[in-house]
């Protein structure tokens, strides 16, 4: 990509962003604050995140579908971190958990557990208790366990999840309907589940599909939609229906964003006309987690080191897949920012991370090595890797023994730490102190 396409990219970048991420003198700003001011304060690697573009997505969400009644529930995997879930509380979204620890964090982030929804799947019948014991409504999706469900709670509420004939997503890792997906009560067997409810006193009061992950074409969306809506028809005395999330973000600079009105649009329409035919207004909820958080984000990494290799250029950073695993689990390709400069010659790059692995690189796809053509990198700079507030530190570990950076929000030329920098005694204290 030449140097034009290079700067047309980050205006247009910019533009999508809300303004919020910027240049100013050759020298890169995140909610106002510049990167080597944030990186000087709370070191290197380091997650920053945008509180003005959590909000506004959120709020594109609920302009969007204009069917009431209606809940957004945040697919929290996406990204635990209580204060950016605190964030969203306060602006009325529900929560969608899928693990003891997600409960606990929505529940410590001020959360009712009524706008708690927990989705299991193949998880310790002890996970069931631990939500149903804090009033958070359970998501089923094998016949097995709502059979158990019934035997231990008597004429409880569940939700049901339903795996439907429709699969999506940006990798076959994250496609979570069909015929292929681990996922749901096949769609064949909705009778199974009505009989199961019907014989034990068991009130169904939601079903709930999520196809995958990714996705941007509302069309796709509006397919798995039908397809809910005709096997909800069947079931009596719903409350509610759930859409599942996977709405996706463009990452490459060719992608499009999907087109979020007509999304909106067509799923109000098609619930609507659902809920005529059905007999009652139900609550529509969706369950969005990338498109909240992924925008919001920005992994900052300091240059370590400088390599002419035989066929690239490697620039070695303070980071890794330990921190940022998406692409070498996926070959996701994540922009890729100068820290301190935004144009002057552009040379093939490859970035490369600190620990002891091949495929620890950012610059890839699924069949390895992809140069990108980056300002050149020196010993020193800072790199900022963007949409990684999805999936980013959620999915982090302590791989080489390295601990995990800290986590900030930025606003308004503001920053504030909201996950402290792990340390080596953050590893090994305990074990350590039980082997004394």
């Known amino acids: 990509m030449d140097r034009c396409m290079i700067i047309f990219y980050i205006m247009v970048y910019h533009e999508k962003r809300d303004g919020v991420m910027n240049y100013q003198d050759e020298r890169l700003f995140i909610g106002g604050v510049g990167v080597h001011a944030l990186v000087e304060e709370f070191g290197s690697p380091l997650y920053v995140y945008e509180e003005d573009t959590i909000r506004e997505r959120v709020r594109e969400l609920e302009r969007a579908i204009t069917y009431r009644p209606k809940e957004i529930k945040y697919a929290c995997k996406a990204n635990t971190n209580v204060e950016i879930m605190r964030i969203l509380c306060k602006e009325g979204a529900g929560i969608d958990a899928v693990s003891p620890g997600e409960i606990r964090a929505a529940l410590n982030a001020g959360f009712d557990p009524s706008r708690i929804l927990f989705t299991a799947n193949n998880v310790p019948w002890e996970e069931i208790e631990y939500a149903v014991e804090r009033g958070v409504m359970v998501n089923i999706d094998s016949l097995s366990y709502l059979r158990r469900f019934s035997d231990a709670y008597p004429k409880g509420e569940v939700c049901v999840r339903i795996n439907p004939s429709v699969g999506a997503g940006h990798h076959n890792h994250v496609i979570t309907g069909g015929p292929e997906s681990k996922f749901g009560i096949p769609h064949s067997r909705v009778d199974e589940i009505m009989d199961t409810a019907r014989e034990r006193g068991l009130r169904i009061r939601g079903i709930h599909q999520h196809i995958g992950s990714g996705i941007l074409s509302a069309d796709t969306f509006i397919k798995a939609v039908k397809v809910l809506v005709d096997i909800a028809s069947g079931f ?38 659902f809920c005529d035919s059905y007999g009652k207004k139900l609550t529509l909820l969706i369950e969005p987690g990338r498109y909240i958080v992924a925008e919001s984000g920005y992994l900052l990494a300091s240059v370590t080191a400088v390599k002419d290799g035989e066929k690239h250029r490697f620039v070695g950073v303070n980071t890794g897949f330990n921190h940022l695993l998406r692409p070498a689990m996926y070959g996701s ?9 935004n144009s002057g010659a552009q040379v093939p790059q490859v970035i490369a991370g600190y620990l002891c692995e091949s495929g620890d690189t950012f610059t890839r796809d699924e069949n390895g090595i992809v140069d990108r053509e980056l300002p050149v990198l020196e010993e020193g700079d ?44 953050d590893i090994f204290e305990s074990s350590e102190a039980e082997r004394r």
Not at 408 to 421: E, L, Q, S, T, Y
């Open 236 to 273: 009596q005395d719903l409350s509610f229906v759930d859409f599942g999330g996977g709405i996706g973000v463009p990452y490459r600079e060719q992608e499009k964003r999907i087109d979020i009105v007509k999304l909106g649009t067509l799923i109000a329409e098609e619930f609507s006309a």
């Open 333 to 341: 390709y994540h922009h890729i920012l100068h820290g301190g400069k």
């Open 382 to 425: 800072i790199v900022c890797i963007c949409n990684a507030g999805a999936y980013g530190y959620s999915m982090a570990s302590q791989y080489n023994s390295r601990p995990r950076p800290a986590e900030v929000i930025v606003k308004d030329g503001n920053a504030r730490c909201v996950r402290r920098r792990e340390t080596l005694d």
